[in-house]
Nanobody, 120 residues
Framework: QVQLVESGGGLVQIGGSLRLSCAAS????????MSWYHQAPGKERELVAVISSNGGSTNYADSAKGRFTISRDNGENTVYLQMNSLKPDDTGVYYC?????????????WGQGTQVTVSS
């Protein structure tokens, strides 16, 4: 059974930091590209950061560059999102995504999300 379980969200003040974790199970984690998405209240889900299967390559949304860092531990089947200098616009639900494509099929899994609230 595939599971992605996010944790680490919460209430934080403007300028504060949070570290989100996403623990994966039920699939071969090291073969999957992992991403974090953000869904602000009333808005569509948007890509925040993505990391390659071996961790050698990362990409960020412009809003995350310089503030957020995505990383992974393939031995622990976990992906992280370190969020610094948080702003009110960062408020919302953060989702973990796992994706892999082969010659026959695309595999696409989502976690249940973790709430982040940035407040003054």
């Amino acid at each position: 059974q595939v599971q992605l379980v996010e944790s680490g969200g919460g209430l934080v003040q403007i300028g504060g930091s949070l570290r989100l974790s996403c623990a994966a199970s039920g699939f071969t984690f090291s073969r999957y590209v992992m991403s974090w998405y953000h869904q602000a209240p009333g808005k569509e889900r948007e890509l925040v950061a993505v990391i390659s299967s071996n961790g050698g390559s990362t990409n960020y949304a412009d809003s995350a560059k310089g503030r957020f860092t995505i990383s992974r531990d393939n031995g622990e089947n976990t992906v992280y999102l370190q969020m610094n200098s948080l702003k009110p616009d960062d408020t919302g639900v953060y989702y973990c995504n796992a994706k892999m494509r082969n010659s026959y099929k695309e595999y696409d899994y989502w976690g249940q999300g973790t709430q982040v609230t940035v407040s003054s």
